[in-house]
């Protein structure tokens, strides 16, 4: 997703695991929640390809901003980090 998103390609993901933290849904991709949402969202994105463009330039924006290298708090769970640390 990241990866994507830094190339200005928006992307389309399950809402499972990190990726609804990472992922803005309808501003820097699309979060499907279910089976049955991926075919809804795959013609939106084939269908609008300003919109999707436009997605992608702000999930670039966004990973610049809210992913980069920088000092900071841990995204990840502190009860990991913990158990990492252990």
Same mark, same amino acid.
């Given at each position: 997703?990241?990866?994507? &998103?830094?190339?200005?390609? $928006? /992307?389309?993901? /399950?809402?499972? #695991?990190? %990726? $609804?933290?990472?992922?803005?849904?309808? &501003?820097?991709?699309? +979060?499907?929640?279910?089976? /049955? #949402?991926? #075919?809804?969202? %795959?013609?939106?994105? &084939?269908? #609008?390809? /300003?919109?999707?463009?436009? +997605?992608?330039?702000?999930?670039?924006?966004?990973?610049?901003?809210?992913?980069? &290298?920088?000092?900071?708090?841990? +995204?990840?769970?502190?009860?990991?980090?913990?158990? +990492?640390?252990?």
């Amino acid at each position: 997703v990241l990866d994507a &998103a830094v190339v200005g390609v $928006p /992307s389309v993901v /399950s809402a499972v #695991g990190d %990726l $609804p933290f990472v992922v803005v849904q309808g &501003a820097t991709g699309w +979060i499907v929640k279910d089976p /049955s #949402g991926w #075919g809804d969202v %795959l013609q939106e994105v &084939a269908r #609008g390809f /300003s919109a999707t463009r436009a +997605i992608g330039e702000a999930a670039l924006c966004h990973v610049e901003r809210r992913w980069a &290298a920088t000092e900071g708090a841990h +995204i990840i769970s502190p009860g990991l980090l913990d158990w +990492i640390r252990a």
